[in-house]
Nanobody, 119 residues
Framework: QVQLVESGGGLAQAGGSLRLSCAAS????????MGWYRQAPGMQRELVAD???????HYADSVKGRFTISRDVVKNMVYLQMNSLKPEDTATYYC?????????????WGQGTQVTVSS
């Protein structure tokens, strides 16, 4: 199993920046993907960005050019640098990891951290 703990959420003004951090512990040697999702009230949870073993990244179109995901494999951390924030970025942000098992992959989620962007 993998435990995930997010930090770094809070309140920002439009145009501002925030940096989210996620610390992984447990069976981290089997992690294949680490990423960030978000969920706004009344909306479905959506992928924001993820990073795979080997370093390839993927971003939602809505955050391309504004958000940057990075991973520190040694520290078992993943970060999301959020710049040029918009009110529509307001949501609860969740860290997620995919762990390779013997026959299947397993998803693990953090508890979420709130990001609120004021106009």
């Amino acid at each position: 199993q993998v435990q995930l703990v997010e930090s770094g959420g809070g309140l920002a003004q439009a145009g501002g920046s925030l940096r989210l951090s996620c610390a992984a512990s447990g069976s981290v040697f089997s992690i294949t993907v680490m990423g960030w999702y978000r969920q706004a009230p009344g909306m479905q949870r959506e992928l924001v960005a993820d990073v795979r073993n080997g370093g390839s990244t993927h971003y939602a179109d809505s955050v391309k050019g504004r958000f940057t995901i990075s991973r520190d494999v040694v520290k078992n951390m993943v970060y999301l640098q959020m710049n040029s924030l918009k009110p529509e970025d307001t949501a609860t942000y969740y860290c997620k990891t995919v762990v390779a098992g013997v026959l299947k992959e397993y998803d693990y989620w953090g508890q979420g951290t709130q990001v609120t962007v004021s106009s």
